[in-house]
């Protein structure tokens, strides 16, 4: 039977860091695995999330399943982190689920659900597991325009023309901040112009969350979503625990699904509940109970958004330091985008080619489209990019 199997590509980026292992040379520089790293190149356990395990092993006292949707302490601690009350409680129907991946697939599988011919608009380029969930569950994603090599900013001449396609029972997805792969996020104003889309076309939004507080911080990065939620009708949303709590290993998300109103919320968390159980059951429990402690101790809360605090600070501090060297070394601001983009990633905006080029001849390991994640550098490493980029003549 399995001889009827057909080989699926390698993941590029497992790929590429394979290669990175392999390589003997000590000026070698990843930027191509997407998990935060400090200074030393760890992804350390947050100084909250510690000490929050330690409070669960002392007073936990049974293994016993939460629930189809997961505790519901941590879904009203996440609405609340996201969402702030800017709509009532009684309208989000919400999930755990294994990872924000876990939550992009449910929300696919709810959208397929709804309206079998539905499409997904994605940004182009986007975070490549969208597009692959897509197609594998048969979804149609149509590409709308964002990111202009050129300026290496949003191309917001063309998103809203192509926005304007999309019809009532298509999907628009929307990276809530800190856009995967490149960096650059809309403003305030192009925001508003992207709902007053959605609202004319009656297309349901979804928003993608993987990176609050990896901006410009916890609220500030939440605050296109809580405008856009306050805006529409409906709307569905993805967030992430692994980048703000570190948890990546412990595969902890949430699918929040915005109704107009709480009948249509009891439908929408009837679904949710529905869709854990035909995929995984009950969601996994261990990350969702460290988030749900953390966020309600004041002081583990504090500390961990002073941690946070300091991640995100450190990040801008190495795109000032990577756009100040680029200058320096060029004699240009053309790399200024750098210190303008927020989050981990940046796309650097050049061909497959050159970035082959800075693999082979430097040593700098990124992913083919140019996405580089700038928590792989240090102060160290930091001039070595820079040489590298100019000598490769990117």
Same mark, same amino acid.
């Given at each position: 039977?399995?001889?009827?199997?057909?080989?699926?590509?390698?993941?590029?980026?497992?790929?590429?860091?394979?290669?990175?292992?392999?390589?003997?040379?000590?000026?070698?520089?990843?930027?191509?695995? #997407?998990?935060?790293?400090?200074?030393?190149?760890?992804?350390?356990?947050?100084?909250?999330?510690?000490?929050?395990?330690?409070?669960?092993?002392?007073?936990?006292?049974?293994?016993?399943?939460?629930?189809?949707?997961?505790?519901?302490?941590?879904?009203?601690?996440?609405?609340?982190?996201?969402?702030?009350?800017? *709509?009532?409680?009684?309208?989000?129907?919400?999930?755990?689920?294994?990872?924000?991946?876990?939550?992009?697939?449910?929300?696919?599988?709810?959208?397929?659900?709804?309206?079998?011919?539905?499409?997904?608009?994605?940004?182009?380029?986007?975070?490549?597991?969208?597009?692959?969930?897509?197609?594998?569950?048969?979804?149609?994603?149509?590409?709308?325009?964002?990111?202009?090599?050129?300026?290496?900013?949003?191309?917001?001449? #063309?998103?809203?023309?192509?926005?304007?396609?999309?019809?009532?029972?298509? *999907?628009?997805?929307?990276?809530?901040?800190?856009?995967?792969?490149?960096?650059?996020?809309?403003?305030?104003?192009?925001?508003?112009?992207?709902?007053?889309?959605?609202?004319?076309?009656?297309?349901?939004?979804?928003?993608?969350?993987?990176?609050?507080?990896?901006?410009?911080?916890?609220?500030?990065?939440?605050?296109?979503?809580?405008?856009?939620?306050?805006?529409?009708?409906?709307?569905?949303?993805?967030?992430?625990?692994?980048?703000?709590?570190?948890?990546?290993?412990?595969?902890?998300?949430?699918?929040?699904?915005?109704?107009?109103?709480?009948?249509?919320?009891?439908?929408?968390?009837?679904?949710?509940?529905?869709?854990?159980?035909?995929?995984?059951?009950?969601?996994?429990?261990?990350?969702?109970?460290?988030?749900?402690?953390?966020?309600?101790?004041?002081?583990?809360?504090?500390?961990?958004?002073?941690?946070?605090?300091?991640?995100?600070?450190?990040?801008?501090?190495?795109?000032?330091?990577?756009?100040?060297?680029?200058?320096?070394?060029?004699?240009?601001?053309?790399?200024?985008?750098?210190?303008?983009?927020?989050?981990?990633?940046?796309?650097? #905006?050049?061909?497959?080619?050159? *970035?082959?080029?800075?693999?082979?001849?430097?040593?700098?390991?990124?992913?083919?489209?140019?996405?580089?994640?700038?928590?792989?550098?240090?102060?160290?490493?930091?001039?070595?990019?820079?040489?590298?980029?100019?000598?490769?003549?990117?």
């Amino acid at each position: 039977m399995f001889e009827t199997l057909k080989t699926q590509p390698a993941d590029k980026i497992l790929a590429l860091m394979q290669m990175y292992r392999e390589d003997p040379r000590d000026t070698k520089v990843d930027l191509g695995v #997407g998990v935060y790293k400090d200074a030393t190149g760890l992804t350390p356990v947050m100084r909250a999330v510690k000490a929050a395990e330690q409070k669960i092993w002392e007073t936990q006292d049974t293994k016993v399943y939460t629930g189809l949707i997961g505790d519901p302490a941590y879904s009203d601690a996440m609405i609340e982190l996201v969402l702030d009350g800017v *709509v009532a409680r009684n309208t989000i129907a919400a999930a755990a689920t294994p990872g924000g991946t876990g939550a992009v697939r449910q929300a696919f599988e709810m959208i397929r659900m709804a309206n079998a011919n539905a499409r997904v608009f994605v940004s182009n380029p986007t975070w490549p597991n969208h597009l692959s969930i897509l197609s594998y569950i048969g979804i149609e994603a149509v590409p709308y325009r964002y990111f202009d090599n050129e300026t290496r900013g949003v191309d917001f001449d #063309g998103m809203p023309a192509d926005l304007k396609t999309a019809k009532k029972g298509d *999907v628009v997805l929307l990276h809530g901040c800190c856009h995967n792969p490149t960096g650059a996020n809309l403003n305030a104003a192009e925001w508003d112009a992207v709902i007053e889309v959605l609202l004319e076309t009656g297309a349901t939004p979804m928003i993608d969350i993987a990176y609050q507080g990896f901006g410009d911080g916890l609220a500030e990065d939440a605050a296109a979503t809580r405008k856009l939620v306050a805006a529409v009708p409906e709307c569905l949303i993805a967030a992430s625990c692994s980048k703000n709590f570190g948890i990546y290993r412990e595969r902890t998300g949430l699918l929040m699904a915005i109704a107009a109103d709480p009948a249509a919320q009891a439908l929408n968390q009837g679904t949710l509940a529905y869709l854990n159980r035909q995929n995984y059951s009950f969601p996994p429990d261990h990350g969702a109970r460290i988030v749900t402690t953390i966020l309600t101790d004041d002081a583990l809360r504090s500390d961990w958004m002073a941690e946070l605090e300091e991640v995100r600070l450190g990040m801008l501090d190495l795109r000032k330091q990577l756009a100040t060297e680029l200058q320096r070394l060029s004699g240009s601001d053309r790399f200024g985008f750098l210190a303008q983009h927020r989050g981990m990633f940046s796309l650097l #905006g050049t061909s497959p080619e050159k *970035v082959e080029l800075l693999r082979k001849e430097h040593g700098i390991y990124m992913v083919g489209d140019s996405r580089m994640n700038i928590a792989g550098l240090n102060a160290d490493t930091v001039p070595v990019l820079a040489k590298a980029i100019i000598d490769a003549g990117v």
